[in-house]
């Protein structure tokens, strides 16, 4: 038994590979265009990390997405969390938890999905702007 | 960067670790209970897989769960599609999309969370009873 992927449906696929690729740092490994069953299917991983995928649903009928409650986040490892969120302000993404303390922080996709980011390792020591910055709304 | 987990909220923590660990098979890896934030985290993964996990997040006090739209669904990879959904039904488990095809099923947790069963490889022989079963409800 393997893990293959999480799946969440995405609204706007362009702003999602936005998100996902250029500003959060996926790799898209493959697309399936479905004229048929009118979607689009993308798979991402980060790089070098290619066996445990999200896959982008794109359904091209207009769909309502709530916010379930029940589903929480996607969680990633990264190697400089400063950097990676610094990347993703400049970018215009919201950084609702900021890595105050060197380890954790939460940005949401365009689809208000949540994920968490993790420092790799031990903590990075606690540094402005991200001490001062308070949280914004919830994640 | 590296993926993690996916995060997923229960409502009733024995009920899940037996879904997610006695029916479908995955493993516990660790857990954590907090006093204090009355809330506990369990870390699941498939056996022989234990990069990719999800987390279970158990909040003590009730919360409601709807069910969000935006999240699609966990994915695993299985040897034999036809044994884990013979066992899921047999301990009571909906086979909401039965594998006719001898490649894909879907179920759902006890939280309506949508779990993918993937057969490992080419996909098996269509056979009895998965064949003639009928789909049931959405996932």
Known sequence: MKYLHTMVR????????????????LNELNRYDSEQGRFTLVFLAAPGDDEAQVELTHNWDP????E??????????????YALCQKLMDAGVTI??????????????PDNISIELLQKGAS???????????????W
Chains 1, 2 share one sequence.
């Not at 362009?14 to 996902?20: E, P, T, V």
């Not at 990075?124 to 919830?138: C, D, F, I, R």
């Open 124 to 138: 990075l020591s606690p540094q402005e702007p991200w001490v001062s910055m308070e949280s914004e709304g919830h």
């Open 10 to 25: 995405v609204t706007d696929i362009d702003a999602s590979l936005d998100f996902y690729c250029n500003k959060l740092g």
């Open 63 to 66: 769909e309502e997405y709530d």
């Open 96 to 109: 609702h938890r900021p890595p105050r303390d060197g380890h954790m922080a939460f940005v949401r996709s």
């Open 68 to 81: 379930g409650r029940n589903f929480g986040h996607l969680a990633y490892q990264v190697d400089d969390i």
